[in-house]
């Protein structure tokens, strides 16, 4: 596995969960990162987590859903490092009434554009400094919901992530041939704050026991890391007590 000094790292939904993972574990192995997200202050507080364990992140921040701010956010990357070898797009969101029942129009514009769009925006962006590169790996967080479907994460953010996880195989179809790959990362249940839009609180002792960011964060390292002439095309990772399997283990006996 090729080790990531002097790389490059872009970073979005950078400021918690997953994507605060990826960028220190991206840092730790040596990359530059840069984070992106909305939220300045929590985008800072990673980037000094970096710094103190002395690693180098910079922070650029930027509404994901808006294409032009995108596009400023990666033309600022190239004007102060020159060149993109990592892209983890990340940002993700979901809405507590998520069922048919009570989803508004509103709620779907926001899970298509927060899910779906924003990855679409960052690739886009990123791409020509890639192939200009012939390089570039391409990690995007996915969900299981983008390959199950199943009414736990809703019908709007069950329909983006099977999105996401389509664009990334049409990533290695059209853009494999300049040594770009991609790759889409489907994790179960992890303990993100993301959790807190659920309908149905999540205890602590359930959160514990799920997969954390720092789990996610070494398997995107491990992805970004890998020889040029190969690609993990999708993978997935899940808590070893996976909720789903006990439930049906204990309908099983009824």
């Not at 736990?152 to 990334?168: E, F, I, Q």
């Amino acid at each position: 596995m090729a080790g990531l000094a002097g790389k490059i790292a872009w970073v979005t939904g950078a400021g918690s969960g997953i994507g605060e993972g990826a960028a220190i574990a991206l840092a730790e192995a040596g990359a530059r990162v840069v984070l992106t997200g909305r939220r300045v202050a929590a985008l800072e507080a990673v980037a000094q987590r970096i710094a103190a364990a002395g690693g180098e992140a910079h922070v650029a921040p930027a509404d994901l859903t808006v294409a032009a701010e995108v596009e400023a956010a990666v033309a600022a990357i190239k004007a102060r490092y020159g060149r993109l070898d990592v892209l983890v797009a990340n940002a993700g969101v979901n809405v507590v009434e998520r069922e048919w029942a009570r989803l508004a129009p509103r709620d779907v514009d926001t899970l298509i554009s927060g899910n779906l769009n924003s990855a679409f925006y960052c690739i886009i962006a990123a791409l020509p400094i890639m192939r200009a590169q012939k390089d570039g790996v391409i990690i995007v967080t996915a969900s299981m919901a983008g390959r199950f479907i199943s009414v736990l994460s809703g019908p709007g953010y069950t329909a983006a992530k099977h999105g996401v996880v389509s664009m990334c195989h049409t990533v290695n179809m059209e853009e494999g041939v300049n040594g770009i790959r991609c790759t889409a990362v489907l994790p179960g249940e992890v303990a993100t704050p993301i959790l807190d839009k659920r309908p149905v609180p999540v205890s602590a002792e359930d959160r514990a026991r799920m997969a954390q960011p720092e789990d996610v964060g070494d398997l995107i390292r491990y992805i970004a890391g890998l020889p040029a002439h190969v690609v993990i095309n999708e993978v997935m990772i899940c808590p070893t007590w996976n909720r789903g399997y006990v439930a049906a283990l204990g309908r099983r006996g009824k």
